[in-house]
């Protein structure tokens, strides 16, 4: 009640608000969901990626959407004397219809309407004979329309400023392609008998729940039963529980955290920028965008400029992303090597993460490459160690380094079970008393005297002229540093990374102390290059595309390591290397390198003196050179004399008359002083070769789209 003994209009539990009269409001329709339940995704995108015609096409186009062009370029006539051809076209065709119409050139055009018209129509005012007259007329100017359009090209004029040149889009077929030719149907499951795992791929796919790492993936494990690697139930039963998180990564990831590149996984390829429309590229390139997949990069990549000129950005991080993605498919192994803070990716992106010099690392590097082989473990290191002290000329022998550490490795194995740990091969290399004679203790009596000798041998060389045993201690020194304490462990109390693991799509960065230990970077650079070119070449599952990225590879080009490229084909493996001069490689090496990698690129800002490197192993080719001669016209004639007056008053010049000359010529491709001046910020210069053979001429390319 209020104040005034009123009751309160909201009314009591006992005596609650009479409802108006008439009948109940009309209940709100149910929801199609639950309350907070977003809508369900739409496959329509990845569909339409899957369904996006990929045509065969040259090394190194883009070919998710490629429209192919004609190899040579159609001859375009100037926009001025298309339009000129065109209005003097007309004029000559309304100069015939005229002279038609008015009599001049007689009757004799009209005699096939005289002779089809019968006489009983030519009455005047007959309404047939009026009609048939002039639908004559009509087909005679057609004719002359025609005729006068032809020579005119009035249809280059309507397909170069018309309709058609207005649409910037061109238009698709939106309709999906028939069942037996819908890649989103997967075909060869059922043809395999596997509908059901089809069928359930089609599902995920139209619900949005399928990504092209999942397409690639579940491709990539069919690929697998088809070879007999993976038996069809397996598979099957796996599809039928998973969908399309089937077959996973044993990361389990399907994707990447983030995406800086274009990817197309159902090519392979990643868009590294578009070739420029430029003369010096092949018509059949300019426009297209340049695509890089396992193919091209099967031969090896060299990449070649100065800093800030987009090596890592443009070239390294895209590679390193796409190969990222295949290996999530199954489909490869990669390992990537670059300064700490480099811009390399996420750690997430990555299984494992090598952080030399830094104690929060979780993972070590394993410094002899995982192998329980002596002589083998005393190669790898003795190319990391002085590999860049060898001869780099052709016919060096740089075994003797290998010699000293066999012999020291192989007793200490022979002994501990283990390899020793970086302050133990220093002492070894010094020659402490104690350490060698624990060992020459430890092989008395054994099954292992015959490695006595290799001690005994070891011992005699110490000291002796032109032993290498103090430069490998040296080197070996700038490892035995406080940063590295604890890497490089040989106990098996820590995680040591070793490159026999690219037997699996696993996917590692290491990062290097670049940072005041410029040396001992350099050094691991090139101890992962070794190890990585040894691995590979022993590994039992081919089928897996293995990729070594070396954000910067000075001081790691050796002659063992360019006889290590040249291996990497027949492996089903490459490298990456990018350097910022040439000069960072001996001189009787730059011209086996060059030949060594299948793809090379030049960026913006190179010397004359590396673009001379690059002119001469791209060569030269065949061209047509025009000369031409203008020679100055003189007149005999007052007539002749008048004209020439009135022709230099209205242009300005002598009347002359042209002369051109055609030549073959041969010419290199691209200078060093194109290559040096005539390359724009943001583009590279790239030549590509396939594993199967196939040749791409040097290509002008922006970097930047």
Known sequence: MDSDGT??????????????????????????????????????????????????????????????????????????????GAVIAFLVGWLIWSLLWNGYLGSWWLLPLYAMIPESWVEPHSFAAVVVVYAYYVLIALVIMVGVGRLGRWSEIWRR?????????????ERPPAAEEDPAQWNQLRAAGAADAAERLVVEARSGLMRDVDHARIARAWQGVRSGRHSLATFTGAVLKDGAAACLHPSGARDLPARLGRHDLLTGQVRLGTTADDARNPYAYRGSGLGLGPDLLGTSLLAVGPAGSGKTGSVVRPLAESLCLHALAGRAAVVVVGGA?????????????????NPDSVYDLDLYGGTTDPDEAAAVLAEALVGDLADPHPGSDGRRSTTVLAQLLGPFRAVHGRFPSVPELRQ?????????????????????????????????????PGDIGGTLADRVALLDRPAFAGFFDTSGQSRPFSLKALDHPVRVRIDLPERGHADASRMLARLVLAQFTASVAVREDRSLFACLILDDASGVVTPEAVKGVQRLRSAHAG?????????????????????????????????????????EVWGKEWTEARDVTDRQIIAETPAGKAVHMVRRVITGKAPTARAVTVRQVERERWSASELAHGVPPGHAVLSLTTVQGEHAPPLLVDLRD
């Open 161 to 173: 400023y018309g309709p058609p040149a207005w649409r910037r889009t061109p238009r698709t077929n």
């Open 7 to 84: 009751q309160d209009a909201r009314g009591t539990h006992a005596n609650p608000v009479p409802r108006p009269a008439g009948p109940p409001p009309a209940m709100p329709p149910l929801p199609a969901q639950a309350p907070g339940v977003p809508p369900r995704p739409d496959g329509s995108a990845f569909l339409t990626w899957l369904r996006t015609p990929r045509p065969e096409a040259a090394p190194g186009v883009w070919r998710f959407g490629h429209r192919p062009r004609p190899e040579e370029e159609p001859e375009v006539i100037p926009g001025r004397q298309l339009i000129s």
């Open 575 to 615: 490298v990456v290397l990018t350097l910022r001069t040439l000069d960072d490689v001996p001189r009787p090496l730059r011209g086996p390198l060059l030949g060594a990698a299948g793809c090379r690129m030049a960026l913006s800002g190179l010397t004359p003196w590396d673009g001379q490197d690059f002119a």
């Open 428 to 464: 070894l290399l010094d020659g402490s008393p104690g350490l060698l004679g624990a060992l020459r203790q430890g092989l008395t009596g054994s099954d292992h005297e015959s490695l006595l000798r290799e001690l005994d041998a070891r011992e005699r060389q110490m000291g002796q």
């Open 341 to 357: 803070g480099a811009g390399l990716g996420p750690a997430d992106a990555y299984d494992v993460v090598v952080r030399i010099g």
